[in-house]
């Protein structure tokens, strides 16, 4: 046998986890990435964290949540005795008397709870504060990973009973909107800037509902045949379209919301006049 | 344009320890990361080993990471590099290395061994099949998989847990239980077999959280995540969390018995 | 010398591209224990680069079409040179072939009802392609590749091992075919991994290796197409035929240099693109030959007519057999016609909107768009012929596959000789793979399980190990004891680097065997192969042999080398024009060539390889008659249309 042509022997390396097992390539390095692999992720967090600084403060004010013809999408429906007063408003006293913290706690679970179980929520937290992973070959901190295997993540699964919740939801805010078409003294046929930025905001709030993973399986994704259910199936297809943009629809709605929350605030709390379009 | 000198840092070793060797070497317009690694076996490293076939991103074989990012070396123009920068070539991480770009992708046959073959519908021969075209469309967009196992390579689970990997079958094989869970003729239900469950149960389809890595590395543009993976989390659902399906199958069961 | 591990099975299958794994299917279903030895991973052959259809007269995108129908257009499309026998097969078979893939799993493209959607293609009466977008290999291989996979799931139920009846060495390479006597007894092979050897001991082996393609510059083929079971059988005493028929492809890539000669499928022009000159003109139509004249469109008219109503209309001269419109860009550019890139335009922009586009031709959109950033439903496509398959080829038994002269030898696909005659239709390499596939499987299992086990001597196994590390001691300095036949290597002069000495091969085939020969530059390919065949003895590998490229190119050198004379040497000798086979200096096809094969075998089968003459070579020619085609075969054609083919003697027997 020619000599020299023999593998070398593996010698024993430390051991280490991840890319830095044993077998693997010896690179020390965590990962190579040279681009801002860091800057999607931050954005994420910083955006998420944004939107929960602001919303905690909302929601247990309690307050300013009502102009009318605008009520805060935070508190509608409006499930308690404690309910600012508004006229065929979302005002269902469900809860009777004893509650005493904020009405919004008691609504803002089911909109939470349907982006918190989110498919694309839960990519952006699980990057962006999990760091799990970070970003794409940057390998993450953790010892330890059972995705959603177990309590309490396997949870997500009930991500449709909260699409169930946000549909019922999505139809009180299109209610709130309707309502929005009267002007302060309840009269119908007006329309103020209010009106304007519910009218997005619900747009909005139907189309990341829709676009939801849920939904398109749900309405055909199901099914094995879609040739024999051309309706579903036509269904599916338009779930699709708008799946296709469900990160950009859950930023764009979760900002509107937000927005539609704020603008109501200003005008409750004096600090702004609702223009009044006709 | 011209060519000019490209800084290239490619590791180099096996199982026993390794480095990133630096080398300068030529770059020519239209190039990809594939031909300097050609032009460094026949001009300054007659024995770099690198898997590679079709050369134009339809086999699969010569998946690597370039600074840090899992893709096909016949894919990767050298235009969308600047001529200043380093361009970092490694094996892929998720996987034993067997030498210099070479890594042993065992792991992904094993376990496609794992998942049930195509059950084909009883009483139908060859030449009856009939299905439509929408019907075989989500199935076709997975069969354009050219298995590279970059989905396998960038996905953390095992990536960065070797652990998990007798657990988990990677993407490429969770989409595999997709395509053929989709698959209009596919009687793997009238056998007992329910791929939808078996991927949670068998396939650790639990383990998956959606952070999409798999698509984005994807170079056949196959939207992983999406089409394939959360529809077959939802099927799961379907099969093990959702008390109202269960419900409903066992009320239709009932009355068609 | 250390103890090379053997292994029994009953069948090996060299080489895992679609007729190796549909050989390999068929042999274990038939109860042989199968082995499959591949270069690379399993499921990257080069099948996968297929892309246009599978051709099967299925009669579904027009019931008109049967097995005649395609049997007519593959001899048309050989030039009559089709060993006849095997296009019946292929055109009779075709169709149960592309079903029984649904059964395993296959998702074609589907018509309205529902069945397998039928595209155009080149030399095709009918739409008859079975395809799948423009992946189709893939979508072959994949199914084959899991149909393996399901067999072996079978076995692991029965036997609790996956790999007892059915196993893929990947990532190994074949170096010889063991002989007991006249008889095939194994296969000698290394990892290419560990670079360890082993002898895999069989009394049939089946030999699906592909092309050689990389035997040229300009190729559409892969690095695994280096003419290794050319090399194999020719080594083991089986003849080579017709090896002056090499088709080059009429559109590949031709920029950015360093994907020239990548595919551009044939669907393009299938689908409605058209071919034009610097000048903006529909070239084609004044390139339709003689034989060809009544089927094909005059006017760009009518031509266009035909894409919707193909009834009443003739196609378009964009769709005439490969070889054909090969020739027609190469004369173009040599008129000075030709793209800025040294090829021609091919133009889908302006003939569909850019969504069509996309969705009829999504990895070509997404090939130039990645590798040339050329987007082509913006802009037209710069094309030019490329080296695609090789029409000779082992030459088999029609019925059985079995190589000639080597019992337990068996060839299929690419590797074997005879199917397409002088040239091959698009669309039917894939169903040539699967019908001959199967039939190479299905005999070799039952010559396997019929017979003695022969014996693999362990001289044999000595010699070819040692003939397979020359190249390292190549490298060593003088008296570094590698033996008297590594010394005497080295005596010519200094040790050669393979890389260099294979672009000098592939330059060589290229500029002086090409796609138009001329006799003095054969004779000057013929001494130039002889050079590097001396030099390719003293090809040194530097390192050791884990997964070593180096080694590897060198030990595959002996193989292109071989083939190569072989193609120059029979090109050389037929003084005609036919498919395949273009001669300046003999430019009409010769009806007296019509029934005449040449077989090419090794001078001497002791040891070839000292042979440095360049005049006596390694390779000598034999010439064949052909089997007179069967009348009832002969009958499916107008007498008209034969006697533009055959010599006046066959016609009136």
Request: hydrophobic share 40%; charged share 25%; aromatic share 10%.
């Amino acid at each position: 046998m020619a000599t020299g042509t023999e593998p070398a022997p593996a010698d024993a390396r430390p051991p280490g986890a991840g890319v830095h097992s044993p077998a693997r390539a010896a690179i020390a390095a965590p990962h190579l990435r040279t681009d801002r692999w860091w800057l999607a992720p931050a954005l994420t967090a910083a955006g998420l964290l944004a939107f929960i600084a602001y919303s905690t403060w909302r929601a247990f004010a309690g307050a300013d949540y009502y102009a009318a013809p605008y009520v805060s999408p935070f508190y509608s429906p409006c499930l308690a005795e404690n309910c600012a007063p508004m006229r065929s408003g979302p005002n269902w006293e469900l809860f009777g008397g004893w509650w005493g913290l904020s009405p919004a706690l008691l609504i803002l679970i089911f909109p939470l709870g349907f982006r918190l179980t989110c498919y694309y929520y839960r990519k952006a937290y699980y990057r962006g504060f999990w760091a799990s992973p970070p970003a794409c070959a940057v390998a993450e901190p953790h010892k330890r990973y059972t995705g959603e295997t177990r309590f309490p993540l396997i949870l997500q699964n009930v991500h449709r009973y909260f699409f169930y919740a946000a549909l019922l939801v999505a139809g009180v805010l299109t209610y709130d909107t309707v309502l929005a078409f009267r002007d302060e003294h309840y009269a119908w046929g007006h329309m103020g800037l209010g009106t304007l930025v519910f009218l997005v905001n619900i747009a909005l709030i139907w189309a990341y509902t829709l676009s939801c993973h849920s939904c398109r399986h749900i309405v055909g994704g199901k099914l094995k045949h879609f040739s024999r259910h051309p309706v579903r199936y036509r269904l599916w297809q338009w779930a699709g379209k708008l799946n296709a943009r469900h990160m950009q629809l859950a930023w764009a709605s979760l900002v509107s919301v937000a927005l539609a929350d704020f603008y109501v605030y200003l005008v409750a709390s004096g600090a702004f006049d609702d223009p009044t379009l006709f | 344009m011209s060519g000019y000198e490209a800084r290239f840092r490619v590791w180099r070793g096996d199982q026993g320890g390794g480095a990133l060797e630096d080398f300068a070497v030529e770059v020519n317009e239209g190039e990809v990361v594939l031909d300097i690694i050609h032009r460094l076996q026949a001009t300054q490293a007659p024995d770099l080993a690198v898997r590679w076939n079709c050369k134009a991103g339809k086999c699969g074989s010569c998946s690597a990471e370039i600074n840090g990012r899992p893709r096909l070396m016949c894919m990767t123009r050298m235009s969308v590099f600047t001529r200043e920068e380093t361009v970092t070539v490694t094996p892929l991480r998720a996987f034993p290395v067997v030498r210099d770009l070479v890594t042993d992708v065992g792991f992904n046959y094993a376990k496609a061994r794992e998942v049930p073959a195509f059950v084909p519908p009883a009483g139908v021969g060859p030449g009856e099949y009939r299905m439509t075209q929408e019907d075989v469309d989500r199935s076709q967009e997975f069969r354009k998989c050219i298995e590279c196992f970059l989905c396998q390579d960038t996905c953390h689970v095992v990536r960065d847990h070797e652990e998990n990997k007798p657990a988990f079958a990677g993407p490429r094989f969770l989409m595999r239980v997709a395509e053929l869970d989709m698959h209009p003729l596919d009687a793997a239900a009238g056998t007992g077999l329910d791929r939808a469950r078996a991927a949670q149960d068998e396939h650790g389809l639990g383990y998956c959280n959606i952070t999409k890595c798999c698509t984005e590395v994807c170079p056949e543009g196959i939207r992983i995540t999406d089409n394939a993976l959360i529809p077959l989390k939802e099927r799961a659902v379907d099969r093990k969390y959702d008390p109202l399906v269960w419900l409903g199958s066992k009320i239709r069961r009932r009355r068609e018995s | 010398m250390s103890v090379v591990e053997r292994q029994e099975w009953d069948v090996v299958v060299v080489g895992a591209g679609g007729a190796g794994l549909r050989a390999a299917i068929e042999a274990r279903e038939r109860g042989a224990r199968t082995a499959v030895i591949c270069k690379s991973l399993f499921g990257k052959a080069h099948t996968v680069m297929a892309e246009g259809g599978i051709a099967a007269a299925m009669g579904n995108a027009n019931e008109r079409d049967d097995w005649t129908v395609h049997f007519r257009d593959t001899l048309r499309g050989g030039k009559f040179l089709n060993q006849w026998r095997m296009a019946e097969l292929h055109a009779k078979e075709a169709p149960d072939r592309v079903w029984e893939l649904e059964t395993w799993g296959a998702l074609f493209d589907r018509t309205k009802d529902g069945r397998i959607s039928q595209r155009n293609f080149g030399g095709h009466e009918y739409p008859r392609l079975a395809h799948v977008g423009d992946r189709t290999g893939l979508e072959l291989i994949r199914t084959l590749q899991q149909r393996i996979v399901a067999l072996q799931q079978e076995d692991h139920r029965r036997t609790g091992a996956y790999e007892s009846r059915l196993k893929v060495f990947q990532e190994c390479t074949v170096t010889r075919v063991l002989k007991d006597g006249s008889r095939v007894c194994g296969v000698f092979a290394y990892e290419r991994e560990s670079g360890r050897f082993f002898v895999l001991e069989a009394p049939a082996v089946v030999i699906a290796t592909g092309g050689i393609g990389k035997s040229f510059k300009v190729t559409s083929n892969s690095w695994e197409y280096t003419g290794d079971g050319h090399a194999l059988a020719l080594l083991a005493g089986a003849p080579l035929l017709n090896m002056e028929f090499v088709q080059f492809h009429p559109t590949g890539m031709v920029w950015p240099p360093s994907v020239k000669g990548i595919l551009v499928t044939e669907s393009v022009r299938g689908d409605g693109g058209v071919l034009r000159n610097s000048d903006g003109e529909r070239f084609m139509f004044d390139y339709v030959p003689d034989v060809f004249k009544e089927k094909y469109a005059e006017s760009e008219a009518e031509a266009d007519r035909w894409y919707d109503d193909p009834d009443r209309n003739r196609r378009p001269p964009e769709l005439l057999p490969r070889d054909e419109v090969a020739r027609a860009i190469n004369s173009e550019v040599k008129a000075g016609r030709g793209s800025p890139h040294g090829g021609v335009f091919l133009d889908v922009s302006t003939r569909m909107p850019a969504e069509t586009v996309k969705r009829r031709l999504p990895s070509m959109y997404h090939q130039f768009k990645e590798l040339a950033d050329v987007d082509i439903t913006a802009e037209a496509m710069e094309v030019g012929p490329t080296c695609h398959y090789v029409m000779g080829g082992v030459a088999v038994d029609s019925d059985t596959a079995a190589a000639r002269g080597v019992p337990g030898l068996y060839a299929a696909g690419e590797v074997a000789g005879g199917m397409h005659g002088s040239n091959r239709l698009g669309g039917n390499s894939l169903s040539d793979l699967l019908v001959f596939g199967r039939r190479a499987g299905w005999h070799a299992a039952e010559y396997a399980l019929g017979g003695e086990r022969p014996r693999v001597a362990e001289e044999d196994v000595g010699s070819a190990a040692a003939e397979a590390l020359r190249p390292f001691s190549a490298e060593a300095g003088a008296g570094a004891g590698a033996g008297a036949a590594g010394a005497a290597d080295r005596a010519g002069g200094p040790p050669e680097n393979p890389y260099a000495l294979h672009q000098e091969l592939q330059q060589t085939m290229n500029d002086l065997v090409g796609i138009i020969r001329r006799e003095a530059e054969m004779e000057q390919a013929l001494e130039k192969l002889a050079e590097l065949r001396v030099r390719a003895r003293r090809a040194g590998v530097e390192g050791h042999r884990q997964f070593n490229p180096g080694w590897h190119l060198a030990l595959d050198l002996r193989n292109m080398l071989l083939v190569s004379e072989c193609v120059a040497r029979a090109a050389l000798e037929r003084t005609e024009s036919r498919g395949g086979h273009t001669r300046e200096d003999h430019a009409a096809m010769d009806r007296r060539w019509r029934n005449v094969n040449l077989l090419c075998r090794l001078t001497d089968p002791t040891d070839g390889l000292a042979a440095t003459d360049p005049v006596r070579g390694q390779i000598t020619l034999d010439r064949e008659t052909t089997d007179p085609v069967r009348p009832d075969l002969l009958a499916l054609f107008e007498q008209e249309e034969l006697a533009k083919y055959l010599a006046d003697e066959e016609l009136y027997r």
